[in-house]
């Protein structure tokens, strides 16, 4: 039996909600699930120590770190601890690397599920013009990679892009995720083109993405919704990883 480790470092609403529906996730395709929760306080040589022990665990399979992690903690060097082939999001050094250079990694769960998306709705992705506007590190820099490698062209749009909108209109396909609800509205779109949605904000109690969603739904031919879109794919992508190692 598989056993995936989730790392918390707090129980607020932007981690115990999707905390709570991996879990439930994992449990509904019998795959043991463990959650460990640590204070806010706790010290990056306790925390460290902690990851020690789950690469040590022959019981565990995989490990999520939820991030981010409190400021006085190095996220790379926790991130870093973590054995690449545990590290189902694919959050260390090893596997970011072996993603650049094309080699099998764990690929960020949000950017897997974008690409489960395109091939499962077999929407063409080879020769495609691609914009990502976002470029962290688990959504749009893993994102434009990922569709590199099947072949698109790739446009990185970021805060200090000029003209946005006049890039993301000559997208064919465009993937959000700029942590800002409404970033992208409909005149900023090309009709018929692809959207993909990876925001997750929380706007008067609601839940919503990057994108103005009743705008570019009129003018995009095909469009992920939030809730509902990617979230839930994320963590099939995490199980996935799981049971299946680097691809």
């Known amino acids: 039996m598989c056993l995936l480790g989730i790392v918390a470092h707090f129980f607020g609403i932007c981690y115990y909600t999707p905390q ?32 020690a022990a789950l690469n040590d665990d022959a ?26 082939e545990k590290d189902v999001d694919g959050l260390g050094s090893r ?4 993603l650049l250079l094309g080699f099998p990694s764990f690929i960020p769960s949000t950017a897997d599920a974008m690409l489960a998306v395109l091939r499962d709705a077999d ?22 990679l990922v569709l590199l490698r099947q072949d698109a062209t790739i446009t990185i749009c970021h805060s200090y892009t000029q003209d946005l909108a006049s ?21 900023m779109v090309k009709p018929g083109a692809i959207v993909l949605d990876a925001g997750i904000n929380t706007v008067n109690g ?22 509902g879109g990617l979230g839930p794919l994320t963590h099939l992508m995490l199980i996935r990883h799981t049971l299946l190692g680097p691809q």
Do not use: M, W
């Open 20 to 51: 709570v529906s991996l879990v439930r996730s994992c449990r509904a395709i019998g795959l043991g699930c463990a959650t460990l929760a640590y204070p806010f306080e706790i010290e990056e040589e306790e925390l460290r120590a902690e990851v």
């Open 123 to 144: 929407l063409s992705v080879a020769g495609s013009n691609a914009v990502v506007v976002g470029r962290s590190n688990i959504g749009g820099k893993p994102v434009a």
């Open 95 to 98: 596997n970011a690397g072996n």
């Open 206 to 227: 609601k839940v919503v993405g990057d994108i103005d969603f009743a705008g570019v739904k009129e003018v995009a031919s095909f469009l992920t919704p939030v809730p």
């Open 59 to 84: 019981n565990t399979d995989g490990v999520v770190l939820l991030l981010p992690l409190p400021a006085h903690i190095r996220q790379r060097i926790v991130t870093d601890d973590l054995r690449p």
């Open 167 to 187: 890039i993301t209109r000559s997208a064919d396909i465009l993937v959000v995720s700029t942590g800002r609800p409404g970033s992208i509205t409909a005149d």
